[in-house]
């Protein structure tokens, strides 16, 4: 009886870690699997990024069904025309402030020639959008002119501004004939 003993081998730590690690794996398995079948909250569709809900899910409740995407870019003639329609339209209302030196104006009329510019760079041929560019570069030019004169006024108060701007007048109309503006 006495003389037959069993030895019993230890395991080395690194199957003790992979064996421990197979445990919780598949505990986790079992976990997600019961969470699909029986999920313990209610689900509610998740919106993707845009604010949109994502394909293939049902409606939020309470809301009606998102608007589709828009469609691809417009094609090279339609940002032309899109371009000649924001430009004139811009330039339309910064010539109807009746401050002609106002900040305002000033902006609308430099987004207008941005915009007509972009829409040449779509159609370079565009007599339209030609002439409108014209005439917003011609009222900047302007707009341009009375700025620096309220700002010559502010500098040099002890001239009147009577006899300072008619000779600036003159000598900007002589700047922007050579320069074509």
Do not use: Y
């Amino acid at each position: 009886m006495g003389g037959h003993t069993e030895s019993v081998q230890w395991l080395p730590r690194e199957e003790i870690t992979l064996l421990l690690a197979t445990l919780v794996a598949h505990g986790l398995l079992v976990l997600g699997t019961l969470e699909l079948i029986w999920p313990t909250r209610p689900r509610r569709p998740r919106a993707a990024r845009n604010g949109t809900p994502r394909a293939g899910s049902p409606p939020a409740r309470g809301r009606p069904p998102a608007a589709p995407r828009p469609p691809e870019p417009p094609p090279v003639e339609d940002r032309a025309a899109l371009a000649f329609r924001i430009g004139r339209a811009l330039l339309e209302r910064a010539l109807r402030d009746p401050d002609p030196a106002s900040d305002p104006r000033v902006r609308m009329l430099c987004r207008a020639i941005a915009c007509l510019e972009r829409g040449l760079e779509a159609a370079p041929g565009d007599p339209r959008l030609r002439e409108v560019l014209a005439a917003a570069r011609e009222a900047l030019a302007k707009s341009d002119q009375r700025v620096a004169f309220r700002w010559l006024s502010a500098v040099l108060p002890l001239r009147p501004a009577v006899l300072v701007q008619p000779a600036l007048e003159s000598r900007w109309a002589g700047l922007t004939s050579r320069a074509g503006v």
